[in-house]
């Protein structure tokens, strides 16, 4: 005797997409700094060639906007115009704020707050870039600080201590070399692609590298002072998972 059995019913959309593993969000980051600080030699290791230029609107500033090799499908990276601080009246100073407060978007980008902020430092004007770090963590908005040029300050016997800066400033800093290139400098994609890594870990949404106040930790104290620089180069280990890439530059 024949057993028919009844076929099994297609399962219901509602299930398939409860299986189905989120997708990440688009980040938008913004790139800050002061100018000559190889924040657009970042920007383009960052990013390759794939990106746009167009301008705001509104003015005729120039506007570079990036689709960065590890973050998730629809990201994008903004190349703000390089200025010595925020509170500056001049028009580029007024784009970085407007852009950070997310009332102005590249001409063609949609009109919305960055979900993070990479504040570009020069290694060796120090007290120069941390003003504008300071205005950039005031802000509120989860914050990277790259200090750019290390290769260069440490031939200069500057060292800035990452750790401490990392703790009196309450984010994530990075020591990197974006002009880095050509003879003798082997490793350096390995160390992009560490860079890249650690950034791509920063800006995530969730993530704990944004301020832990709207005033960094080295603006609380009574004194007031900047974070401490040390004029003789010393080894420091990062406090970062991934501090492996740039401990190899040795």
């Known amino acids: ?21 989120p997708q990440p969000e688009p980040q938008r980051v913004v790139l800050l700094g002061n100018p000559n600080t190889g924040k657009t030699s970042l920007f383009n290791r960052l990013c390759g060639v794939r990106h746009k230029t167009s301008n705001f609107p509104g003015t005729t500033q120039e506007a570079r906007v990036g689709s960065p090799r590890d973050l998730p499908p629809g990201s994008e990276i903004i190349d703000l115009p390089g200025i010595y601080s925020l509170e500056l009246e001049q028009s580029e100073a007024e784009i970085c704020r407007r852009v950070l407060s997310g009332e102005l978007a590249p001409r063609g980008e949609d009109i919305r707050e960055p979900d993070a902020v990479l504040v570009v430092a020069d290694a060796t004007n120090m007290p120069r870039s941390l003003m504008l770090v300071g205005e950039a963590t005031r802000r509120g908005l989860p914050t990277v600080v790259a200090i750019n040029q290390v290769d260069l300050s440490r031939r200069r016997g500057i060292h800035a201590d990452e750790r401490v800066l990392a703790d009196r400033l309450g984010v994530e800093v990075i020591p990197c070399s974006a002009h880095r290139g050509g003879p003798g ?32 930790r080295w603006r609380r104290g009574s004194n007031r002072s900047s974070p401490t620089l040390s004029p003789t180069v010393s080894t420091t280990r990062s406090r970062t998972p991934c501090s492996g890439w740039w401990r190899s530059w040795g």
């Open 185 to 216: 400098s082997a490793g350096t994609g390995d160390r992009a692609r560490g860079y890249r890594t650690r950034a791509r870990r920063g800006v995530r949404k969730g993530s704990a590298i944004g301020p832990t106040s709207s005033t960094p």
């Open 1 to 21: 005797m024949t057993v028919s059995s009844s076929p099994t019913p297609p399962a219901e959309p509602s299930d398939l997409a409860g299986d189905a593993a």
